[in-house]
Nanobody
Framework: QVQLVESGGGLVQPGGSLRLSCAAS????????MGWYRQAPGKQRQLVAT???????MYADSVKGRFTISRDNAENMVYLQMNSLKPEDTAVYYC??????????WGQGTQVTVSS
């Protein structure tokens, strides 16, 4: 059974930092593209960052230079370090594991709220 479990969300002031973690199980983690997406109230889910099996990364323009995605294939973990957080970063953040269209998995999400 595939499970992606996010943690690390919470309330932070503007300019602060958070580190999200995603623990994966039930998949051959090393072959999956891992990613973080977010969905703000009333908006569509959008890509935040992805990392391929070879370590290539891609970021949304809105988070470039502030967020960093990383993965630990030995521990089946993917992380999102978020710095210089802004109120517009407030959203539910989801972990994603993608290999093929038939192997596309999501976590339950973790809430990030940036507010003073």
């Amino acid at each position: 059974q595939v499970q992606l479990v996010e943690s690390g969300g919470g309330l932070v002031q503007p300019g602060g930092s958070l580190r999200l973690s995603c623990a994966a199980s039930g998949i051959d983690f090393s072959i999956y593209v891992m990613g973080w997406y977010r969905q703000a109230p009333g908006k569509q889910r959008q890509l935040v960052a992805t990392m391929t099996t070879s370590g290539r990364t891609m970021y949304a323009d809105s988070v470039k230079g502030r967020f960093t995605i990383s993965r630990d294939n030995a521990e089946n973990m993917v992380y999102l370090q978020m710095n210089s957080l802004k109120p517009e970063d407030t959203a539910v953040y989801y972990c994603n594991a993608f290999y093929l269209e038939s192997s596309d998995y999501w976590g339950q999400g973790t809430q990030v709220t940036v507010s003073s």
